[in-house]
Each structure stands twice: as C-alpha cells, then as structure tokens.
C-alpha cells in the first residue's frame, strides 16, 4: 500500500489567482495522477506526472492551466492556474506501481473559487 | 472513449439489508475493475480490484463480480451496517494506471 498526503487540505481562492496543491507519498512510487471531482461529477484524470519530464495530459486539459511538477519518485505539484468559478473541484493525487495495480488515492483538496 | 455508469446513484436500505451496487462500462478492453469507497472529506479507499481474468473477488462482507464481456460489474455489501454509509465509485484501467469512473452509488444504511 501507500500512504499519501495532500497540502492544503482546503482553499478558499479568488478569481485569477494561482494556487499550488502539494501531493507527497511515503515510499518511491512509478506512476502518479492528477484527478478532478466536479460538484455532483464523477472523478475525471488530468494529466500523468512524469518523473523528469513533462507530464502527459488529457484531452481537455493543458500545461498552461494546470502545470505539473514531478522532481522525484515521491512528490508531485499540480498549480491552477488563473482559476475561475468553474475550478471549484476536489482535487485528488494517485499513485500505482504500474498497470493492473491497486491505486492509491490521496485526501484530496478541496477548492472553492469566488 | 470509455464510459462509466452506476445505478442507482443513490439508494437508502434498513440496516441488516443486502446491499447490490451495478456498474456498466462501454469498452471491454479493460485491465481491471476497481470498487473504492468515498466518504466526504476523505480520499478514496480501494475496496476489491478485479483483475480482467477474474470473474470474482471477496473481502469480508463484500463481493464483487465481474463479466468483462457484457460490460458489467456488481458490488454486494451483505448484511450493511451504519457504517457502510458512503459513496461507492466503480473504475476501470483502460492501460497505465489510468482510471475512468463512474459518478458513484450514494449509500445511506438506516439504524
């Protein structure tokens, strides 16, 4: 298994602001995700984080709004950029040692924008 | 594009009932079926993984079935207690780790 934690817990953001959501994990792990879970929606993938790369993202999702960063095997940041309304979600990290694995989620961060 | 579906989304049973959870996906070509738990302020906990070559798996009180080539997963929770309270997320692995899934069965057990 592993253990993940999520900072911050919870946001309150203004409109046009930044804000960065930190996802650490406590053992080295291959692959990390980043997901969304609109009011009333299913959770929906953002983007594969790469370690020492760029990450791959969704159809529908591009870097300019929601950079990632992944500088090792155990951490991961997703920034929302230039955030709106419409980004009020959960925002949840996962990792998996590879396909047909178990996921782990993280606690997940919820953020409300005004 | 896969395509996840959970019905009902929401459901309220007495406590002792058994509790049977449906979920549908469109595309067969799945590595595996995961059944996680959410409740509100909290991540998801994995509750079974189905691996593709698996017809069944079962931990305690709960099994899941699955039938890859109908498209077709069911979740029974057996004698349910308050406790088991919480939204219940169907997933499935199209390749890599990545998950698509359902919106979810909004489970409330009544004392």
């Known amino acids: 298994s592993a253990v993940i934690s999520q900072k911050p817990s919870r946001d309150i953001c203004q409109r046009g602001t930044s804000l960065t959501i930190q996802c650490q994990v406590d053992s080295q792990v291959t692959m990390m995700f980043w997901y969304r879970q609109q009011p009333g929606q299913s959770l929906t993938l953002i983007a594969t984080a790469n370690q020492g790369s760029e990450a791959t993202y969704e159809s529908g999702f591009v870097i300019d709004k929601f950079p990632i960063s992944r500088p090792n095997l155990t951490f991961s940041t997703l920034t929302v950029s230039n955030m709106s309304p419409e980004d009020s979600s959960i925002y949840l990290c996962?990792?998996?040692?590879?396909?047909?694995?178990?996921?782990?989620f993280g606690p997940g961060t919820r953020l409300t924008v005004l | 594009k896969q395509e996840v579906t959970q019905i009902p989304a929401a459901l309220s049973v007495p406590e002792g009932e058994n509790l049977v959870l449906n979920c549908s996906f469109t595309d067969s070509a799945i590595y595996n079926l995961q059944w996680f738990r959410q409740d509100p302020g909290k991540g998801l906990t994995s509750l079974l993984l189905i691996q593709s070559s698996q017809r069944e798996q079962t931990s305690g009180r709960l099994n899941a079935s699955l039938d890859k080539s109908s498209g077709r997963s069911t979740l029974y929770i057996a004698a349910s207690q308050p406790g088991d309270s919480a939204t219940y997320l169907c997933?499935?692995?199209?390749?890599?780790?990545?998950?698509?899934f359902g919106k979810g069965n909004q489970v409330v057990v009544i004392p």
């Open positions: 997933a499935v692995e199209g390749g890599n780790n990545r998950l698509a």
């Open positions: 996962s990792v998996g040692r590879g396909p047909g694995d178990t996921q782990y």
